[in-house]
C-alpha cells in the first residue's frame, strides 16, 4: 500500500523560531491535508491542498503542495507555546473505486516549544 | 453545535468481554471511519463505511466489529478476539458518498476514547 515518510519525528525548539516538517510519498496523491493533535484530543485540520504547487497559508502556518505530487510540507513561523503536539500529513489519491477516498496518514512529527 | 462526538472519553475492559464505543456525527456526512492510534504508529485504518448498511474493512479490522444501521452512528467494537485491545481510537467522518465526482475527502474527527484493559 501507500506509504507516507513524514520528518522529523519529533523536535524540540525555542519559542519565537521557525518550525519546518514535511512528508514524502512513494506515490502520487491529488490532496494533501495537515492536521494538528493535541494531547488526548482528535486531530484538527489545519490546511487542505488541491494542486501541484499550491501554497497556502492559515495565520502563521504555510503548507505546499510539492510539484511532483509526491511530497508537502508545513511551515510554522515564530512558534508559540500552545503550537505544542503532534501534526499530521495526509494524503488522498485519485478515485479508483470503493474505499480509494481513503486517507494515508504520515506518523507525525511531535513538536515540544521551549519557553 | 455541528460534529463528531465520541463516547465514552475512557473505557475499561475486562479479560474477554467484549466493548462497544460510540460515534455519532451531526454533520449529514455519508463516510465514517475508525482509526487506532498507538504511541509512534500514527492513525491505522479498523474500518469505514461510505454508506449506510455497508462498511469495509481496512488495514487492521482483526477482532473489531462494526454496524451502520443508521448515517448518524459508527458504533465499533472491540471484540474479546482482539488480544491488545489498550489504545488511543479515533472516529472520523467525511462528506465522501458514493458520488465519483466528489474529489476531496476531508475527514473530520472526534475527540478519541481511551480503551485500557484491567
Known amino acids: 500500500g501507500q506509504q507516507l515518510n513524514q520528518s522529523p519525528q519529533s523536535m524540540f525548539i525555542q519559542e519565537g523560531e521557525d518550525v519546518s516538517m514535511n512528508c514524502t510519498s512513494s506515490s502520487i496523491f491529488n490532496t494533501w491535508l495537515w492536521y494538528k493533535q493535541d494531547p488526548g484530543e482528535g486531530p484538527v485540520l489545519l490546511i487542505a491542498?488541491?494542486?501541484?504547487?499550491e501554497l497556502t497559508s492559515n495565520g502563521r502556518l504555510t503548507a505546499q503542495f510539492g510539484i511532483t505530487r509526491k511530497d508537502s510540507f508545513l511551515n510554522i513561523s515564530a512558534s508559540i507555546p500552545s503550537d505544542v503536539g503532534i501534526y499530521f500529513c495526509?494524503?488522498?489519491?485519485?478515485?479508483?473505486?470503493?474505499?480509494?477516498?481513503?486517507?494515508?496518514f504520515g506518523k507525525g512529527t511531535k513538536l515540544s516549544v521551549i519557553p | 453545535d455541528g460534529g463528531i462526538t465520541q463516547s465514552p472519553k475512557y473505557l475499561f475492559r475486562k479479560e474477554g468481554q467484549n466493548v462497544t464505543l460510540s460515534c455519532e456525527q451531526n454533520?449529514?456526512?455519508?463516510?465514517m471511519y475508525w482509526y487506532r492510534q498507538d504511541p509512534g504508529q500514527g492513525l491505522r485504518l479498523i474500518y469505514y463505511s461510505q454508506i449506510v448498511n455497508d462498511f469495509q474493512k481496512g488495514d487492521i479490522a482483526e477482532g473489531y466489529s462494526v454496524s451502520r444501521e443508521k448515517k448518524e452512528s459508527f458504533p465499533l467494537t472491540v471484540t474479546s478476539a482482539q488480544k491488545n485491545p489498550t489504545a488511543f481510537y479515533l472516529c472520523?467522518?467525511?462528506?465522501?458518498?458514493?458520488?465519483?465526482?466528489?474529489?476531496?475527502?476531508?475527514?473530520?474527527f472526534g475527540a478519541g476514547t481511551r480503551l485500557s484493559v484491567l
Open positions: 495526509a494524503g488522498q489519491g485519485a478515485y479508483s473505486g470503493a474505499g480509494s477516498y481513503q486517507l494515508t
Open positions: 472520523a467522518s467525511s462528506i465522501e458518498g458514493r458520488d465519483i465526482g466528489l474529489a476531496k475527502n476531508i475527514q473530520y
Open positions: 454533520l449529514n456526512h455519508d463516510a
Open positions: 491542498l488541491y494542486k501541484a504547487g
